[in-house]
């Protein structure tokens, strides 16, 4: 299966068109007012942007959810982990937990598209880190889902609902998922398949999961935005990562509100 999934995300065909600010902007960019994280700072950077990325900005932002998220357990292959973080991004999904006992976390630019920018990455290294994510999932109140090949006591992946938040784990392509993880798992779920095979590729596998889980999702009565707050952070931040060289406009802001 190739590392991929889908078609090349919309941001990445951006970068020719006029997302930024006017020359005169760029020449003299009048100071906002207050905190570089309130209101509005947001707006004025805001201003920078053509009027068709604030609104596409906007749309994503009003799909996405944390009210289902992923953990990657100790994923080995570069390929793979950006082949995920793609498919996360491309339906909605906000947050991804990654665990580094034994690996370390690497994306393929190729691959992941850009996707990770746009994603709240939860990062846990060394000998702890699956017991500190596992404390950071608790305190989300998120149930945990292992996943695996069809065993004794695994249930569909199509059966799970959406009472609480929802994290679903994926393992190492050689050695699975940890004990830790398995031992904290409230229930095992799998794909159902129908061949001779009993696995897919860890990829393949969260693009079926998400594609499924996130559409009944948004068609079921759970609350499974963003919210108000959750929207304004992220909206800062994505504002910001649209705009080139945003670091140095910002310092020529704030040196303009010092001199006044």
Same mark, same amino acid.
């Given at each position: 299966m190739p590392g991929g999934f889908g078609s090349p995300?919309?941001?990445?065909?951006?970068? !020719?068109?006029?997302?930024?600010?006017?020359?005169? @902007?760029?020449?003299?960019?009048? !100071?906002?007012?207050?905190?570089s994280?309130?209101? +509005?700072?947001?707006?004025?950077?805001?201003?920078?942007?053509? +009027? @068709?990325? &604030? &609104? #596409?900005?906007?749309? =994503?932002?009003?799909? #996405?959810?944390? #009210?289902?998220?992923?953990v990657l357990d100790d994923i080995r292959q570069e390929h793979n982990v950006s082949a995920v973080l793609r498919s996360?991004?491309?339906?909605? *999904?906000?947050?991804?937990?990654?665990? +580094?006992?034994? +690996?370390?976390?690497? =994306?393929t630019a190729k691959v992941a598209m850009g996707s990770h920018r746009w994603l709240t990455l939860h990062r846990f290294h060394g000998p702890e880190a699956s017991p500190a994510c596992l404390q950071a999932l608790q305190a989300g109140g998120y149930r945990l889902a292992?996943?695996? /090949? /069809?065993?004794?006591? !695994? *249930?569909?992946?199509?059966?799970?609902?959406?009472? &609480?938040?929802?994290a679903i784990a994926l393992g190492n392509e050689r050695l699975g998922l940890s004990p830790a993880i398995l031992a904290a798992a409230e229930c095992c779920v799998t794909i159902p398949m129908q061949g001779f095979v009993e696995?897919?590729? *860890?990829?393949?596998?969260?693009?079926?999961?998400?594609?499924?889980? $996130?559409?009944?999702?948004?068609?079921?009565? =759970?609350?499974?935005?963003? $919210?108000?707050a959750e929207r304004s952070e992220l909206l800062l931040d994505w504002t910001r990562k649209s705009i080139p060289s945003v670091d140095l406009i910002e310092a020529r802001w704030r040196a303009a509100e010092e001199a006044r």
């Amino acid at each position: 299966m190739p590392g991929g999934f889908g078609s090349p995300l919309p941001w990445e065909h951006r970068t !020719a068109a006029p997302l930024v600010m006017s020359p005169q @902007d760029t020449r003299h960019p009048p !100071a906002p007012q207050g905190s570089s994280s309130g209101p +509005e700072w947001l707006a004025r950077l805001q201003d920078l942007l053509t +009027e @068709d990325r &604030r &609104r #596409r900005l906007d749309s =994503v932002l009003a799909r #996405r959810t944390r #009210r289902l998220t992923l953990v990657l357990d100790d994923i080995r292959q570069e390929h793979n982990v950006s082949a995920v973080l793609r498919s996360a991004e491309a339906f909605g *999904i906000q947050d991804v937990y990654v665990i +580094e006992t034994d +690996e370390s976390f690497q =994306v393929t630019a190729k691959v992941a598209m850009g996707s990770h920018r746009w994603l709240t990455l939860h990062r846990f290294h060394g000998p702890e880190a699956s017991p500190a994510c596992l404390q950071a999932l608790q305190a989300g109140g998120y149930r945990l889902a292992a996943t695996g /090949p /069809p065993r004794d006591g !695994a *249930i569909s992946f199509e059966t799970l609902d959406f009472d &609480r938040p929802l994290a679903i784990a994926l393992g190492n392509e050689r050695l699975g998922l940890s004990p830790a993880i398995l031992a904290a798992a409230e229930c095992c779920v799998t794909i159902p398949m129908q061949g001779f095979v009993e696995s897919l590729n *860890i990829s393949v596998a969260a693009a079926i999961l998400l594609q499924q889980l $996130t559409s009944r999702l948004r068609g079921s009565p =759970v609350d499974w935005r963003l $919210t108000e707050a959750e929207r304004s952070e992220l909206l800062l931040d994505w504002t910001r990562k649209s705009i080139p060289s945003v670091d140095l406009i910002e310092a020529r802001w704030r040196a303009a509100e010092e001199a006044r």
